[in-house]
C-alpha cells in the first residue's frame, strides 16, 4: 500500500494520509487500525480523514470496519455543523439587527472558510468575538435568544469579565449548545503578562465573510491566532493536531504575507510559541520553504526544551501536557523575554490584589485579608498542581 518501507508511528500515517501523499506502510503491529482511529477521533480529524480515504487510489485495501467507522463519524459531524451553523446564521442576524458586529474565531470560521466543505472540520461551539465596548449590549441579545453564563469554580464571573476575556454561555432551547463569547481573542494570564497585541489593529483589520454576514481574521492574523492558541492556551495538548491541520488549510486557501507574520509575531511578543507551531506544520505536512522558521527562531536552548515538551509522535498518542504539573515549566519557556517570564512566575504565585479580589469573591478585604490570601494562593495552587 503506497511507500515500501515501513514507518515509525501511526501518527505519520494519519498525517501522511490527511496532506493528500502516498499512503505509507503501516508500522509492523499486529492491528494499526483501531490506534488510528482513536488518535483520529481524539484530535477531531476522523470527519476530513474520511474525505481524504474514501476515493483514495489505496482505498481498497482499507479495513471495511475502519471506513465504515469513519463515515459515520462524518456524517455525525456534517449534522452537528449544519445545527450550529443555523444557530450561528440566527444569532447574527439578531446581533447585527441589534447593532452589533461580530468577528467569527476558531472552529465555526475554519469551517466556512480554509475546509473545502465544512463538514470536514469538526468544532465543539460557536467563538464570537465583540468589542468590550459593546460587551453588555451583547450579553443581554444573547441572554434574550437564551444564552446564559455559568460561573465556574475557578472562573466566577467576576474574573471572567476583567481579565480572562471570554466567558462560555449556555442556550435552553434544545439542540442549543455552547457559545463562546470573546472580547479579548487572545485572553489568559499568560497573555496578559508576556505579550503585548493590540486588539483594536487586529479587529480593524478583520474582512467580512459574506456568506454568514459576519467578519473573519485577516489571513496573517488568522495564523497568529490559531498558533497562539494551540501552543498557549491549549500547551499543545487535546486536539492540537487539528490546529497543525488548520495552518496547513490556511495556507493552502490564503496568499500569507509570512513575513508579515514573523514581524507580528516578534512585536506581539509570541514568537517562540508561533515557532513551535509552524515548525510541526513543516514536519507534519512536509518541507515548506516559505515558512519563517529561520526569522522566528529561538536560541537553540529554547528549541531543545520546547522539543522535549512536545513533538508529533507525543501529540498523536494523547499526552496532556495541559494536565501535567510541569505546563509552568512549558510555559515559562515559550516566553520570549526573560523578564516577561520572571514576571509570570511572581504574579502566578503572588497574583495582584484585584486578580485575587475577583477570583475568590472577597468583598471589601482589609490589608491583612489580602495579605494572607496572597499566602494562601500559591499553598492552593501547589496542592491543586493548577498556576
Known amino acids: 500500500m503506497g511507500k515500501t518501507e ?11 494520509a490527511l496532506s493528500g501523499q502516498e499512503l505509507p506502510t503501516l508500522p509492523a503491529t499486529p492491528d494499526p487500525w483501531p490506534e488510528i482511529l482513536a488518535s483520529s477521533t481524539r484530535h477531531g480529524l476522523a470527519p476530513i480523514l474520511w474525505e481524504r480515504l474514501h476515493d483514495h487510489p489505496d482505498q481498497a485495501s482499507l479495513p471495511a470496519e475502519f471506513m465504515s467507522r469513519l463515515r459515520f463519524l462524518y456524517i455525525a459531524n456534517a449534522g452537528r455543523n449544519l445545527n450550529l451553523t443555523n444557530e450561528l446564521e440566527f444569532i447574527v442576524q439578531q446581533l447585527n439587527a441589534a447593532g452589533i458586529q461580530v468577528t467569527l474565531l476558531k472552529g465555526i470560521a475554519l ?4 475546509y473545502p466543505k465544512p463538514a470536514q472540520r469538526t468544532m465543539g461551539d460557536i467563538d464570537l468575538w465583540v468589542p468590550k465596548s459593546q460587551l453588555s449590549h451583547t450579553l443581554l441579545a444573547l441572554a434574550d435568544l437564551g444564552y446564559k453564563a455559568k460561573d465556574k469554580v475557578d472562573r466566577p464571573a467576576a474574573l471572567q469579565e476583567e481579565f480572562n476575556g471570554e466567558t462560555q454561555l449556555f442556550g435552553n432551547r434544545p439542540g442549543i449548545g455552547l457559545v463562546e463569547l470573546h472580547w479579548n481573542i487572545f485572553p489568559g494570564e499568560w497573555l496578559r503578562y508576556t505579550s503585548c497585541i493590540d486588539e483594536a489593529d487586529i479587529w480593524s ?3 467580512p465573510l459574506p456568506t454568514l454576514n459576519a467578519r ?3 489571513p496573517e492574523d488568522m495564523i497568529l491566532h490559531i498558533c497562539v492558541h494551540a501552543a498557549v492556551n491549549h500547551q499543545m495538548s487535546r486536539n492540537c493536531l487539528r490546529s497543525l491541520l488548520d495552518v496547513e488549510m490556511a495556507r493552502r486557501q490564503y496568499c500569507i504575507d509570512w513575513n508579515l507574520v514573523a514581524q507580528r509575531a516578534r512585536t506581539w511578543r509570541v514568537r517562540n510559541a508561533v515557532w513551535i507551531v509552524l515548525m510541526l506544520v513543516n514536519e507534519g505536512f512536509g518541507n515548506e520553504p516559505e515558512l519563517p522558521l529561520k526569522t522566528l527562531s529561538p ?3 529554547v528549541q531543545r526544551n520546547l522539543r522535549r515538551f512536545v513533538s508529533l509522535r507525543s501529540m498523536a498518542e494523547g499526552r496532556r501536557l495541559s494536565r501535567s504539573p510541569i505546563r509552568f515549566l512549558y510555559q515559562l519557556i515559550l516566553v520570549d523575554r526573560p523578564m516577561d517570564a520572571l514576571r509570570l512566575t511572581w504574579h502566578a504565585i503572588f497574583p495582584e490584589r484585584r486578580w485575587l479580589i475577583a477570583r475568590y469573591q472577597l468583598a471589601n478585604p482589609s490589608t491583612l485579608r489580602i495579605g494572607l490570601q496572597r499566602l494562601w494562593h500559591p499553598i492552593r495552587s501547589m496542592f491543586k498542581k493548577n498556576f
Open 111 to 114: 469551517a466556512h472558510t480554509v
Open 216 to 218: 473573519q481574521l485577516a
Open 6 to 16: 515501513p514507518i515509525q508511528s501511526t501518527a505519520d500515517w494519519l498525517l501522511a
Open 299 to 301: 536560541s537553540l536552548i
Open 205 to 207: 483589520r478583520s474582512i
